[in-house]
């Protein structure tokens, strides 16, 4: 495979068929001289982490309408952050973003290192988001390397090794491929590939302006790479989550800063552990003393445990709980917000 004709191919197409992002300088733009800005690459890159193109894309545009430089950002308070980043999930982004954004206000002036290892050094910027960054905003030869890179480095070079192994592999051969010319398109240019071509099922093989030079095509299944290893069966947790309403309000409190879903808004719930709560135990810790009655449950899957909720509903008030009229659950975590509406849709 010769490395600057596969470029070519591929950054030929990419000039044609380039996907229209509000975070992208699209490639004629940037061909004329056109930046990007390194404040909407930066959040672009940080909200599509584990989050799709569709689904990040309504929270990108409410973001920057509300904070359109990242010193609007900085100066934000935490818990309107977090509220407008309900839906996202994985909220220690969401932590580690302010993080970032106050860092770059304070020690940088505003203004973003235009070097991966400038940009490595601000709080919650990774490998990856530096690398991206720092290829799409400034146009540093970077070796970026996400998801959908990954399967087409497996796929061009019908790599047998299973991920999570195979990272190591695929990351040395995309580097094998980065060059001083168009780094940011080129990066650009494999996560389009790998998005709208190169899917994880039912890849377009006969779209794709490198398909003759793809080793696992030509091995005929080409939706068999990456190679995965078996999955390991998730832990299962169960919990109660309480449904406290004072007329038109529900309770809420405030999850804890650190550990999982810190510093959101969400219903009061039991701890979650391996055995199911009985009706005394979850009486016990439930917010209020109250006439509390079962409404369901719901299933939830976060990354490292599945969770079962239970939920219990009663009318009452309460202190020590923050009361929100329940036309603004929007803003809970998805977990919660699936167990409110389950429990408020229930009460008939």
Known sequence: ????????????????????????????????????????????????????????????????????????????????????????????????????????ASEHGGVFPDTEEGLRGLPGLGPYTAAAVGAIAF??????????VERVMARLFAVETPLPDAKPELKRLAAGLVRDHRPGDWAQALMDLGATVCRPKAPLCDRCPVSERCAALASGAPETYPRKTAKVAL?????????????????????PPKGLLGGMLALPTSDWRATR????????????????????????????????????????????????????????????????????????
């Open 277 to 348: 709560w009985s009706d005394e135990e979850a009486a016990d810790a439930a917010p209020a003393p109250a006439a509390w009655r079962g409404v369901g449950e719901v299933e939830h899957g976060f990354t490292h445990f599945t969770l079962t909720l239970r939920l219990l509903r009663a009318e009452a008030d309460a202190a020590d709980v923050i009361w929100s009229p329940r036309r603004d659950l929007d803003a809970l975590p998805s977990v919660f917000l699936k167990a409110a509406r389950a429990g408020l849709a229930n009460l008939l």
């Open 235 to 255: 832990p299962h947790r169960h919990g109660v989550a309480y449904i406290l309403t004072r007329g038109d309000q529900i309770a809420l409190v405030r999850r």
């Open 1 to 104: 495979m010769n490395p600057d004709t596969l470029r070519a191919q591929l950054l030929a197409w990419y000039d044609a068929s380039a996907r229209d992002l509000p975070w992208r300088v699209g490639p004629a733009d940037h061909a004329a001289g056109v930046r990007p800005d390194p404040y909407r690459v930066w959040l672009s890159e940080v909200m599509l982490q584990q989050t799709t193109v569709p689904h990040a894309t309504p929270y990108f545009l409410k973001f920057t309408a509300r904070w359109p430089t990242v010193a609007d950002l900085a100066g934000e308070a935490d818990g309107e952050v977090m509220a407008a980043w309900a839906g996202l999930g994985y909220y220690a982004r969401a932590r580690n973003l302010l993080k970032c954004a106050r860092a770059v």
């Open 139 to 148: 146009d540093r030869p970077a070796n970026v390397v996400d998801g959908n």
